[in-house]
């Protein structure tokens, strides 16, 4: 792999980025060829195996990227999961939905299972660090921990995304409210 701190190769990483944001636009992920991302980006396959395994690579630190650069400051730093950090995981999320579905052609079920999961996995991960942070927790171990913030994560995940799909987009207060008002009240919090 190249040296991430060269600017050279900072720059090679967001032509490539780019490349594949605006191929998604207008092909399925699963047409998108590595020669269409290179092509693209002006750059060779070599170069683009330089920076990346494969297109699922790139598709997972597209997605990481970009919602981690949503994550407000609040959320980062949390030490405890309170109703306005819960609120605020929850709008996050349906917030990350949208912009995601604004830029990709979704007709492709392997990148929306593959983002989902993605998403998944990070909620539980930031959920999991504040729990185990916080005062507010009452979690047995760490196992238990875990299977709580996978749930919790889920719940957010889901809610959010039936949100959108049922053309809610635009009512994320109501969202937001009724979603964790489940959360914490299975919480116990």
């Not at 405890?80 to 579905?101: A, K, P, R, S, W």
């Not at 909620?123 to 927790?137: A, D, P, W």
């Not at 047995?140 to 959108?164: C, E, K, L, N, P």
């Amino acid at each position: 792999m190249a040296n991430s701190e060269d600017p050279r190769v900072l720059r090679t990483r967001q032509l490539i980025r780019e490349a594949f944001r605006d191929l998604l636009r207008h092909k399925e992920f699963d047409a998108i060829t590595i020669k269409d991302i290179a092509q693209r980006a002006t750059i060779n396959r070599a170069t683009f195996y330089a920076h990346y395994e494969d297109k699922y690579a790139l598709l997972e630190k597209i997605t990481e990227q970009a919602f981690q650069e949503m994550i407000p400051e609040q959320v980062l730093y949390a030490q405890e999961f309170t109703n306005e950090i819960c609120g605020q995981l929850i709008l996050l999320t349906h917030n990350f939905i949208v912009d995601f579905y604004q830029v990709c052609r979704m007709d492709s079920k392997s990148i929306d299972t593959l983002v989902h999961e993605q998403i998944k996995k990070m909620l539980q991960e930031m959920i999991e660090r504040i729990l185990l942070n916080g005062e507010t927790h009452c979690m047995a171990d760490r196992q238990h921990t875990r299977v709580i913030s996978a749930m919790t994560g889920s719940a957010i995940y889901s809610a959010a995304h039936y949100w959108f799909m049922s053309g809610e987009k635009d009512r994320t207060v109501l969202l937001v409210d009724t979603v964790r008002s489940y959360v914490m009240n299975g919480l116990g919090l």
